[in-house]
């Protein structure tokens, strides 16, 4: 019951943080920090998917080493793809799964089992969590629901500070374009 309370007063401060971050960035660390210290696991990561190159690309980590975090590109074919097709895949044993990309990385960095959570908002695939344990881990229903909670709360967040953004920019060139207009007015004698 104890672990319950702390995971849904994680996802709480984590929901209350988000709403009032407009940073993906930010979204994005705070969330993958949240997971790894509330489940006490070795470390959590947050990729985005590419769609030109099907690679999920980095956006934060937390508990992982730069060495691991940069060990090379991660296909989104290759690397426990049927994470993003069919939702949750818990890998008990990294050295032991032909989904995993690069294992001897893996095991360096000291990682034994590996939870692979989709990030979808709407039907768009937008991502993926990874948590990571240095133990064997049998991930739980409650984990795996956990996970999968801040995933998608944090890929919400993450999907509207990018409509923020780019709405912000929009805003910024069209204030520029009128400025542009206006001068050009009053040069231009009609």
């Not at 939702?87 to 032991?96: E, H, K, L, R, S």
């Not at 709360?153 to 374009?177: C, D, H, P």
């Amino acid at each position: 019951m104890e672990k319950q309370i702390i995971n849904y007063e994680t996802m709480l401060r984590v929901a209350k943080s988000i709403s009032h971050s407009k940073d993906p960035e930010e979204v994005a660390l705070m969330t993958v920090e949240s997971i790894k210290t509330a489940l006490d696991v070795k470390g959590c990561s947050l990729y985005l998917f590419n769609r030109k190159t099907n690679e999920l690309e980095l956006a934060t980590s937390f508990g992982l080493s730069d060495e691991y975090i940069n060990k090379g590109p991660i296909s989104a074919l290759h690397s426990i793809a049927q994470s993003l097709e069919d939702g949750p895949v818990a890998i008990y044993d990294i050295m032991d799964d032909p989904r995993i990309q690069y294992p001897k990385e893996a095991q360096k960095e000291g990682i034994s089992s590996i939870l692979s959570v989709p990030i979808v908002v709407g039907e768009k695939l937008i991502g993926a969590m990874r948590v990571y344990t240095s133990e064997p881990w049998e991930f739980t229903l409650d984990d795996v629901n956990f996970v999968q909670a801040l995933a998608q709360i944090a890929g919400g967040a993450i999907n509207m500070a990018r409509y923020v953004k780019g709405l912000k920019s929009s805003i910024e060139v069209l204030k520029t374009m009128r400025e542009v207009q206006s001068q050009r007015a009053s040069i231009i004698p009609l």
